[in-house]
């Protein structure tokens, strides 16, 4: 199907017959991922007006369907690199590209989202309106499903804008919840003011290349005018702000906690994984691919982002992990500031380093969701019997839950490093020889110094899953013995994260070989 506008439609009166067409092809299977996505949620708020209250289950079914039918969508397009919306003046310039790096987060980020559906289904049917849910959930997806296919800062930014609005509703969609309003509130403010210094410094970078291509933008960008050089370097720096907001890089972390705690913990667990892979994807593309020629502009500026966040992470991580009483959600919070700092040491080593080791961000970053995702799902468990979810309530899980003790054990040591969690000890020794590769050593010890820090929380909270519990469980009524058994579909979300996290231990290669991924 071709989208075309015809020239005489365009020209002014007594204009050339003669000039050129403007013909653009759109590439279906390309889009199809975020299509897909974007469609089903629309056909599933219309669809709301005429399901009855009894049976808005449905809508929850379709959207886990639909997100699995936009997955099965990447399948045919692993074969070969396709690009669409290019410039009718120049074929090789497009707004659209589907290559590896594109394929590998789209999957991360439909993935995710699918397991925060499995994780949904039984929330939506408790406190939250079906219908606005679902709509929202898959509208956020469809936009952190573009971004990483964006190749020009007019379709990045609206992408990271289509993937945002929806979840500062999601975070405040629990109606007569404060702690909610709050959470939501606070992300809608630092969001748009992060926004808003992105917008300035892509103006920045417009006014001074012409373009706002990220071919075109590297190309244009080593022939500056020296009396503009300043006004791009500021562009550069400011176009950066809102991808680290993304990421929850320090400075621009202090929404997390907060947000985490009052929104429904399938967001929470959304903002985790889905947030930071839409700001470590747009900081990787507009870094290594528009913005080469001022890298000692933003390289230094993400060593020290990278640095400053995985300390204050796991720095506050363990403050969190001191007192019982505070909440498990508000140690993950903190656990996934510290573990955004890890993703960006590779990114700020690409500055530094001629074969762009961005493949280690990747890898880390799929080992992080897995892992992530499945530790908000046994937190989802628990929280249906333990509401306050305090770090106190895991103690003699192994006792009442054994399978979700193990399972949370493990996710917590794979976030460690520690055996048996051996792909969180393989994305950490990629990130750690991508660092000294670079020849960013202060980087690496600081690293190296975080992985002991954050040792002593996750040990901590693996140690309470199966110490003896404080009070002696009530004796058991006679007859059989009852089993204890989760909603079904976050029991399967449990099963298909651990299953993973324990293939990829026992396999970690094949993360790292999906994640090669070459932006050139």
Known sequence: MTLAVAPHALAAPGAQ??????VQSVDWLAIAPPTITAVAALLILVADLFVAERKKALLGYAAVASLAVALVSLVPLRTADRATFCLTTAPDVCSYTVDRFTLVIQFLVLGGALVTALLSVTETRRRLPAGEYWFLLLSSAAGAALLPAARDLATLVVALEVASLPAFALVGLRRGDRMSSEAALK????????????????????????????TRIAARMDDVPGRLDTLAAAGVALTLVGFAFKTAAVPFHFWVPDTYVGAPLPVAAYLSVIGKAVGFSGLIL???????????????????????????????????????????VRLLAWSSVGQAGYILVPVAAAARSGDVPIGATVAYALMYAVVNLGAFAVVALVARTKPLNRIADYRGLYATRPAAALALGFFLLCLAGLPPGVIGLFAKVAVFSVAVDAGLGWLAVVMAVNVVIALYYYLQWTAQLFRAPEEAPAPAPEGPPARRRGPALVTTAIALTAAAGVVLSGWPQLVLRFAAVDLF
């Not at 993400?302 to 403050?319: D, E, K, P, S, Y």
Request: aromatic content about 8%.
């Open 17 to 22: 017959s003669g000039a050129q067409s403007v």
């Open 187 to 214: 992300f809608f403010l630092s969001s748009v003011t992060a926004t808003a210094v992105m917008l300035l410094g892509v103006s920045f970078v417009y006014a001074t290349t012409g373009s706002l291509h990220l």
């Open 286 to 328: 507009v870094t290594v691919i528009a913005f080469p020629a001022h890298a000692g502009v933003w390289g230094p500026a993400v060593a020290v982002l990278a640095a400053l966040t995985m300390t204050a992470g796991n720095v506050a991580a363990v403050r969190q992990s001191a007192t019982r009483a505070h909440s498990a």
